[in-house]
Structure formats: C-alpha cells, structure tokens
C-alpha cells in the first residue's frame, strides 16, 4: 500500500498563490502515478491536475490551466501542486490520491486511485 498526506493549504486572497505537498510514504518503491482532486463546499469531488510516475506526462482541468503546475520528486517522494492566482471558486478541499504503477498514462478518473489522503482546505477570499 502507499499512504499519502497533504498539506500546504490555508486562507488567501484572490491573486496569491499557494503551494500543496503530497508526501507518499509505504510501498513507494513501485511506483505511482499522483493526482489531485477537489472538493468544492456543497459540490462533488472533482479532477484538479495528474502526473505519472516519471514525471513526463501531465494533465490539467481546463479550469486550473495555465494556473497551476504539479511537479514531483521521486527522490523525497514528494508531489508539489503550486497553484497561483488563486479565485474565489479555488476553494475547497484537495486531497491528493495515488495509483500504484510505473507505467502509463495519469488518470482524471476519481475510481482509478486507490489510496486518498485526508485532504488540506484552501480558502480563498474576494
């Protein structure tokens, strides 16, 4: 099993930025792909941004395009989400999930992750 766990998040105003640590721990030494989803309050969870296990091969929610950048290092087993001019609709909770493997492409799929951390909120107000 891998286990994962965010941090990073707090309260912002419109236009900083923030940057969200997911810190893999377990049977890293397989490999995962890591993405990042969203909980907005009253609404479902949603795909935020993805990245395999290499690192090569991202993919963005059209509405964090541009915006924000996941990265990662195998070395620290560490994916960072840095996310800039951040808006009011940004808030929510992240939670960061793993899909064990080293081969092929990052999922936008909530059901292909297996393991989920707790989740960090960012607020961000007008």
């Known amino acids: 099993q891998v286990q994962v766990v965010e941090s990073g998040g707090g309260l912002v105003q419109a236009g900083d930025s923030l940057r969200l640590s997911c810190v893999a721990s377990?049977?890293?030494?397989?490999?995962?792909?890591i993405g990042w989803f969203r909980q907005p309050p009253g609404k479902e969870r949603e795909f935020v941004a993805t990245?395999?296990?290499?690192?090569?091969?991202?993919i963005y929610a059209n509405s964090v395009k541009g915006r924000f950048t996941i990265s990662r290092d195998n070395v620290k087993n560490t994916v960072a989400l840095q996310m800039n001019s951040l808006k009011p609709e940004d808030t929510a909770v992240y939670y960061c999930a793993a899909r064990s493997g080293r081969s092929g492409v990052p999922s936008t799929r909530i059901a292909d992750y297996d393991y989920w951390g707790r989740g960090t909120q960012v607020t961000v107000s007008s």
């Open positions: 990245i395999n296990w290499s690192g090569d091969s991202t």
């Open positions: 377990g049977r890293t030494g397989s490999g995962y792909h």
